[in-house]
């Protein structure tokens, strides 16, 4: 896969390199899948990335390849392109797919050398395209850096799914919230769905409506479970959980998109919601969304100071409502005719 003088030119400066120093730790947790008819091409690089510190899995088509993954799945793979059967492109797709939205980087090599080879491998799902003969310090520096690439996305996710549990377990401590964000976040994405909204934005709002109320950690219970009329101060530090919630979420990189739709989803159309006044077009999609998903769900819940009213009566209270500037008009007309549809078709 590599040719000798590929190689011959560059392995004496890989060693005792500060590149390679700094990228030991990764390396020795790190396993590669080298995928390659020609078994010498698979020896060869099997022994410079073994001496790289890499753990190495070989596989000599396609299938074998798929195996191996679906088995042990390794943290990169290399393929070679031009293979009988099941070729390096379709073999790169299969992989991606079966990797799922996780991030799984793969490299591909060949003795093509044309700029449609390139595309045709960066548009299978390729994160990087090697033409023979290349440098093995190049080479390695890639490596080097997909992996951490794929290691501080992890790291993101591990984070990301703490936050999602802990907005879950916050709410699950209190009997008129339990459920009501995920709830929130059902009912979002159905709605980013009827108006059309890209498959990438559904998923983004799911995410929304679960951790929309996140920054209520930050207020005391006995405010938040008051029996009581809650005094004027009392009613600002609940008006600062949007901020709160988008202070805690603001270091999680994978859930940028999402801050405003937390930070304004108590926000009116009017502009006299909360926390910056905001109105009309100002307020964010997102959050005109779970605004609405919000409502009707707060709308049918029981809370201590008021009973729980049936879907009719929560539909029909914001219809009568939709004019009153606290929602986006057009929007929740929409979503009034989607709940009303999915109640006709359930019947």
């Given at each position: 896969?590599?040719?000798?003088?590929?190689?011959?030119?560059?392995?004496?400066?890989?060693?005792?390199?500060?590149?390679?120093?700094?990228?030991?730790?990764?390396?020795?947790?790190?396993?590669?899948?080298?995928?390659?008819?020609?078994?010498?091409?698979?020896?060869?690089?099997?022994t410079?990335?073994?001496?790289?510190?890499f753990?190495?899995?070989t596989?000599?088509?396609?299938?074998?390849?798929?195996?191996?993954?679906?088995?042990?799945?390794?943290?990169?793979?290399?393929?070679?392109?031009?293979?009988?059967g099941?070729?390096?492109?379709?073999?790169?797709r299969?992989?991606?797919?079966?990797?799922?939205?996780?991030?799984?980087?793969?490299?591909?090599?060949?003795?093509?050398?044309?700029?449609?080879d390139?595309?045709?491998?960066?548009?299978?799902?390729?994160?990087?395209?090697?033409?023979?003969?290349?440098?093995?310090?190049e080479?390695?520096?890639?490596?080097?850096s997909?992996?951490?690439?794929?290691?501080?996305?992890?790291?993101l996710?591990?984070?990301?799914?703490?936050?999602?549990?802990?907005?879950?377990?916050l709410?699950?401590?209190?009997?008129?919230?339990?459920?009501?964000?995920?709830?929130?976040g059902?009912?979002?994405?159905?709605?980013?769905?009827?108006?059309?909204?890209?498959?990438?934005?559904?998923?983004?709002?799911?995410?929304?409506?679960?951790?929309?109320?996140?920054?209520k950690?930050?207020?005391?219970e006995?405010?938040?479970?008051?029996?009581?009329?809650?005094?004027?101060?009392?009613?600002?530090?609940?008006?600062?959980?949007?901020?709160?919630?988008?202070?805690?979420?603001?270091?999680?990189?994978?859930?940028?998109?999402?801050?405003?739709?937390?930070?304004?989803?108590?926000?009116?159309?009017?502009?006299?919601?909360?926390?910056?006044?905001?109105r009309?077009?100002?307020?964010?999609?997102?959050?005109?969304?779970?605004?609405?998903a919000?409502?009707?769900?707060?709308?049918?819940?029981?809370?201590?100071?008021r009973?729980?009213?049936?879907?009719?009566?929560?539909?029909?209270?914001?219809?009568?409502?939709?004019?009153?500037?606290q929602?986006?008009?057009?929007?929740?007309e929409?979503?009034?005719?989607?709940?009303?549809k999915?109640?006709?078709s359930?019947?």
């Open positions: 896969m590599i040719n000798n003088r590929g190689v011959g030119s560059t392995m004496g400066n890989l060693v005792g390199s500060d590149s390679y120093q700094d990228g030991l730790e990764e390396k020795n947790k790190a396993t590669i899948l080298i995928v390659d008819d020609i078994l010498s091409n698979l020896e060869l690089m099997e410079i990335l073994g001496k790289e510190g753990n190495v899995l596989a000599l088509n396609g299938e074998d390849a798929l195996q191996i993954m679906k088995d042990s799945p390794p943290d990169l793979a290399i393929l070679d392109v031009m293979m009988p099941m070729d390096g492109y379709e073999l790169c299969r992989l991606k797919a079966m990797s799922g939205s996780k991030f799984f980087p793969v490299i591909m090599v060949t003795a093509l050398n044309g700029l449609e390139k595309i045709r491998g960066l548009e299978a799902g390729a994160d990087d395209f090697f033409s023979k003969p290349f440098y093995a310090i080479f390695m520096t890639k490596i080097r997909l992996l951490r690439l794929k290691r501080l996305q992890e790291e996710d591990h984070s990301e799914s703490i936050i999602l549990t802990l907005a879950i377990a709410e699950a401590k209190d009997p008129y919230t339990k459920g009501h964000s995920e709830r929130v059902n009912l979002s994405v159905e709605l980013a769905l009827f108006i059309g909204l890209p498959e990438k934005e559904q998923s983004l709002i799911r995410k929304a409506g679960i951790i929309h109320d996140i920054g950690i930050g207020i005391g006995g405010v938040l479970h008051k029996q009581g009329k809650l005094s004027e101060e009392e009613l600002q530090l609940i008006r600062q959980h949007p901020v709160i919630g988008e202070s805690i979420c603001k270091p999680l990189y994978s859930i940028r998109e999402i801050l405003p739709a937390i930070r304004h989803h108590h926000e009116r159309w009017d502009g006299r919601g909360y926390p910056d006044r905001l009309g077009d100002e307020i964010p999609l997102m959050a005109r969304i779970l605004g609405i919000d409502s009707l769900d707060a709308i049918m819940s029981e809370r201590p100071y009973r729980s009213v049936s879907m009719e009566e929560a539909l029909r209270k914001m219809e009568m409502e939709r004019f009153s500037g929602w986006d008009s057009w929007l929740v929409r979503f009034i005719e989607m709940m009303k999915e109640r006709r359930s019947v």
